[in-house]
T-cell receptor, first 118, second 113 residues
Framework: AQSVTQPDIHITVSEGASLELRCNYS??????LFWYVQSPGQGLQLLLK??????LVQGIKGFEAEFKRSQSSFNLRKPSVHWSDAAEYFC????????????????FGKGTSLLVTP | NAGVTQTPKFQVLKTGQSMTLQCAQD?????MYWYRQDPGMGLRLIYY???????DKGEVPNGYNVSRLNKREFSLRLESAAPSQTSVYFC????????????FGPGTRLTVL
């Protein structure tokens, strides 16, 4: 089955420290992988995406992620966290075929909540 | 270019009441989706519309109906609201030719008393 696991429900880091959020996926072929961020009371914003090519992808707000096929992982990293990075982060995998209507969806992980301390 | 818009932002209903959540996108996307977000559950797909004129059930469709009014608009209806439908609802859209990257609206926070 195509799925995403985010092993850490909550993570706390100090401002200025480095960050790594874990994402493991299960997918039969080469996946499309995404990281979204959700600030409190807001919708989801795309941070970065991987479709093919270079396995290290750069995103917005100084984030990067590395696709490791051998480990079925797509971990999100940032060298120095800012207080404004406190949010919930979702990893997603696709495309997931939907029934018989030729549509596709994404499967989302359950999210990792990031707390940044002074 | 507003992206994906949703109305209302907040709503309180009593058990048994009905309401429609509205969603519109201005990116000419073919596919649209409705999700609900509950603590510790992530995002769960309620209904989707792969293209104008088609709709289909997702993971958690019970208690909901949808209408794809045209290419821009995709509404979600609760016919008889229940407390279990208290949640945050997100609409999303994607161009199915664009690797299925999804763009999200700001959400509707619904409370059913």
């Amino acid at each position: 089955a195509q799925s995403v696991t985010q092993p850490d429900i909550h993570i706390t880091v100090s401002e200025g420290a480095s960050l790594e959020l874990r994402c493991n996926y299960s997918y039969g072929a080469t996946p499309y992988l995404f990281w979204y961020v959700q600030s409190p009371g807001q919708g989801l914003q795309l941070l970065l995406k991987y479709f093919s090519g270079d396995t290290l992808v750069q995103g917005i707000k100084g984030f990067e992620a590395e696709f490791k096929r051998s480990q079925s992982s797509f971990n999100l990293r940032k060298p120095s966290v800012h207080w404004s990075d406190a949010a919930e982060y979702f990893c997603a995998v696709g495309p997931i075929p939907l029934n018989s209507n030729s549509g596709y969806a994404l499967n989302f992980g359950k999210g990792t909540s990031l707390l940044v301390t002074p | 270019n507003a992206g994906v818009t949703q109305t209302p932002k907040f709503q309180v209903l009593k058990t048994g009441q009905s309401m429609t959540l509205q969603c519109a996108q201005d990116m000419n996307h073919n596919s649209m989706y409705w999700y609900r977000q509950d603590p510790g559950m992530g995002l769960r797909l309620i209904y989707y519309s792969a293209s104008e004129g088609t709709t289909d059930k997702g993971e958690v469709p019970n208690g909901y109906n949808v209408s794809r009014l045209n290419k821009r608009e995709f509404s979600l209806r609760l016919e008889s609201a229940a407390p279990s439908q208290t949640s945050v609802y997100f609409c999303a859209s994607s161009d199915s030719l664009d690797y299925n990257e999804q763009f999200f609206g700001p959400g509707t926070r619904l409370t059913v008393l």
